[in-house]
């Protein structure tokens, strides 16, 4: 018996199954494109870097989400998710893919100005990134259905504008490279999701904005903001 009972993390939808995808861990990827790197004043990094986000912060597409409180600079970042479906520990580039249960479209939204004052102190950037109704995701398809990555478009448009528009390829560090390096240090387990990092064109939204986030061959994801509590 449990003092509380605590809300459900959401399973992530999945294309042409009855059941989700239920969520155990995010990971994400810092600076995995060279360009967004650049536009943010940093160097491109020699080595992937990680942060997490608690699954209790995970919402699915569709929601509206009220602006979040401590930050006047909320900044979108459209990214390609990676889904486990068996374990990965100290593997090989080549043999990552077999276990990537599938792809879906996902938005790393980001308190910028509290990011920049942790970045200045040399502090850890929860504060920044882990909050809540950040990580947000959209139905998810298998692996084996979308086929090889490669030169897929992804984008995110800000009410019907286009802000953000790249491909895959563009990473710096590749889904298997990314898999290998991260399960030097993890147990890597079915219900990790891997946030791969964004492409150039980040930037702020206010309080009424419509997001929508795509990725070549998968289901778009969307989020809606409302005014601040």
Same mark, same amino acid.
């Given at each position: 018996?449990?003092?509380? +009972?605590?809300?459900?993390?959401? +399973?992530? =939808?999945?294309?042409?199954?009855?059941?989700?995808? =239920?969520v155990?861990?995010?990971?994400? &990827?810092?600076?995995?494109?060279? !360009?967004?790197?650049?536009?943010?004043?940093?160097?491109?990094?020699?080595v992937?870097?990680?942060?997490?986000? *608690?699954? %209790?912060?995970?919402?699915?597409?569709?929601?509206?989400? =009220?602006?979040?409180?401590?930050?006047?600079?909320?900044?979108?970042e459209?990214?390609?998710?990676? !889904?486990?479906?068996?374990?990965?520990?100290?593997a090989?580039?080549?043999?990552?893919? !077999?276990?990537?249960?599938?792809? %879906?479209?996902?938005?790393?939204?980001?308190?910028?100005?509290?990011?920049?004052?942790?970045?200045?102190?040399?502090?850890?950037? +929860?504060?920044?990134?882990?909050?809540?109704?950040?990580?947000?995701?959209?139905p998810?398809?298998?692996? *084996?259905?979308?086929?090889?990555l490669?030169t897929?478009?992804?984008?995110?448009s800000? @009410?019907?504008?286009?802000?953000?528009? *790249?491909?895959?390829?563009?990473?710096?560090? @590749?889904v298997? %490279?990314?898999?290998?390096?991260? *399960?030097?240090y993890?147990?890597?387990?079915?219900?990790d999701?891997?946030?791969?990092?964004?492409?150039?064109?980040v930037?702020?939204?206010?309080?009424?904005?419509v997001l929508?986030?795509?990725?070549e061959?998968?289901?778009? &994801?969307?989020?809606?903001?409302?005014? !601040?509590?």
């Open positions: 018996m449990s003092l509380f +009972d605590l809300p459900a993390v959401p +399973d992530v =939808p999945v294309a042409g199954e009855t059941e989700g995808y =239920p155990r861990r995010i990971f994400c &990827v810092g600076r995995n494109y060279a !360009a967004h790197a650049a536009e943010m004043g940093n160097a491109v990094p020699e992937p870097f990680y942060f997490t986000k *608690s699954p %209790a912060h995970m919402i699915l597409t569709g929601e509206t989400i =009220p602006y979040p409180p401590g930050t006047e600079n909320f900044h979108y459209i990214e390609l998710v990676v !889904a486990l479906g068996a374990p990965l520990f100290k090989r580039p080549e043999e990552t893919m !077999a276990a990537v249960y599938g792809y %879906a479209t996902g938005l790393d939204m980001t308190r910028r100005d509290l990011q920049a004052i942790s970045k200045k102190g040399g502090l850890p950037w +929860d504060i920044a990134k882990d909050v809540e109704n950040t990580a947000v995701v959209g998810m398809t298998r692996a *084996s259905d979308f086929g090889p490669g897929q478009s992804i984008s995110l800000v @009410d019907g504008e286009t802000r953000q528009s *790249s491909t895959l390829d563009k990473m710096l560090n @590749d298997p %490279a990314l898999l290998s390096h991260l *399960s030097g993890y147990h890597l387990q079915p219900g999701l891997i946030f791969t990092g964004t492409p150039e064109g930037g702020a939204v206010t309080a009424g904005a929508r986030g795509e990725v061959g998968l289901a778009p &994801v969307e989020l809606t903001l409302s005014e !601040a509590e």
